[in-house]
């Protein structure tokens, strides 16, 4: 019991200490009184490697009309962390009212922060300037939503251990059924709460982790994940264990000790 105390301990630790607050980026809008404002489409956080279309519509600043490509040209750039210039194209214009430009996926080859500016002009102009964040869920997690994550994954975890635990125990009591119930319960959470930690940890990748936690956390999920093993294969051994037992003990009747081999009278 004081080495699962531990091992929880641990876990709470290096789990909760690396985490901080993340905010999503946030895109500003350069208004002219006598020029164009750019309205983005707001999907500021990205799927590592999928294409994406950014879309933005335009405005005349002193009116409010609807600007379309007979008027004006609009392109678009973006640059990844390091401030790499990955691409500076002239956008396209759909009929039904706004511009876009068609990012291949490769382009968000590692997730970070990737800024980007979009520029209108003819005579006068407009720009806006902005940022994708890419993750490999393409989900933001702010603190206080992993921290419920995290406890919730830490009590399906203690819970398996609880069922496991007393399943054993009953199954050489007057209760072998209850035993074998709570067991498949055990494993059944085990197979979640890894599964919940694994989609998690990957979730976590950017934002929340310096690249160290996150290393740390998979070495964690790595960890957990052959444990979830030995107890799985603990608990498939005593089940058959204890069938084995029970087929002896129908086999050779009342008073024969299945583990001595021998009858008790």
Same mark, same amino acid.
């Given at each position: 019991?004081?080495?699962?105390?531990?091992?929880?301990?641990?876990?709470?630790?290096?789990?909760?200490?690396?985490?901080?607050?993340?905010?999503?980026?946030?895109?500003?809008?350069?208004?002219?009184?006598?020029?164009?404002?750019?309205?983005?489409?707001?999907?500021?956080?990205?799927?590592?490697?999928?294409?994406?279309?950014?879309?933005?519509?335009?405005?005349?600043?002193?009116?409010?009309?609807?600007?379309?490509?007979?008027?004006?040209?609009?392109?678009?750039?973006?640059?990844?962390?390091?401030?790499?210039?990955?691409?500076?194209?002239?956008?396209?214009?759909?009929?039904?009212?706004?511009?876009?430009?068609?990012?291949?996926?490769?382009?968000?080859?590692?997730?970070?922060?990737?800024?980007?500016?979009?520029?209108?002009?003819?005579?006068?102009?407009?720009?806006?300037?902005?940022?994708?964040?890419?993750?490999?869920?393409?989900?933001?997690?702010?603190?206080?939503?992993? @921290?419920?994550?995290?406890?919730? =994954? *830490?009590? &399906? #975890? $203690? %819970?398996?251990?609880?069922?496991? +635990?007393?399943?054993?125990?009953?199954?050489?009591?007057?209760?072998?059924?209850?035993?074998?119930? @709570?067991?498949?319960?055990?494993? =059944? *959470?085990? &197979? #979640? $709460? %890894?599964?919940?930690?694994?989609? +998690?940890?990957?979730?976590?990748?950017?934002?929340?982790?310096?690249?160290?936690?996150?290393?740390?956390?998979?070495?964690?999920?790595?960890?957990?994940?052959?444990?979830?093993?030995?107890?799985?294969?603990?608990?498939?051994?005593?089940?058959?264990?204890?069938?084995?037992?029970?087929?002896?003990?129908?086999?050779?009747?009342?008073?024969?000790?299945?583990?001595?081999?021998?009858?008790?009278?």
């Amino acid at each position: 019991m004081k080495k699962l105390n531990l091992f929880a301990y641990l876990f709470i630790v290096l789990t909760l200490v690396p985490l901080v607050s993340s905010a999503p980026p946030v895109t500003t809008v350069q208004q002219f009184e006598t020029g164009y404002t750019i309205l983005p489409a707001k999907q500021e956080v990205l799927v590592q490697g999928r294409d994406y279309t950014h879309h933005w519509i335009v405005y005349n600043s002193s009116n409010g009309i609807k600007v379309t490509n007979t008027t004006i040209n609009c392109s678009m750039y973006m640059a990844n962390g390091s401030g790499d210039v990955l691409l500076s194209n002239k956008a396209d214009y759909d009929n039904r009212g706004f511009f876009y430009l068609l990012i291949k996926g490769g382009n968000f080859s590692a997730n970070g922060i990737y800024t980007y500016g979009v520029d209108c002009m003819d005579t006068y102009g407009g720009a806006l300037a902005g940022a994708f964040e890419v993750t490999e869920t393409g989900f933001n997690i702010s603190t206080a939503g992993s @921290l419920i994550r995290v406890a919730i =994954i *830490l009590a &399906i #975890v $203690s %819970l398996m251990f609880l069922f496991g +635990f007393i399943g054993l125990k009953l199954l050489d009591s007057i209760y072998p059924q209850i035993g074998y119930t @709570l067991l498949g319960l055990s494993t =059944i *959470l085990g &197979i #979640v $709460s %890894l599964y919940d930690i694994w989609v +998690f940890s990957k979730s976590l990748s950017n934002g929340l982790f310096s690249t160290v936690h996150f290393a740390i956390f998979n070495v964690i999920v790595i960890v957990f994940g052959f444990i979830f093993i030995l107890v799985v294969i603990f608990i498939l051994y005593n089940l058959f264990k204890n069938l084995i037992e029970k087929k002896e003990q129908k086999k050779y009747g009342e008073g024969y000790n299945t583990k001595s081999k021998q009858y008790e009278y």
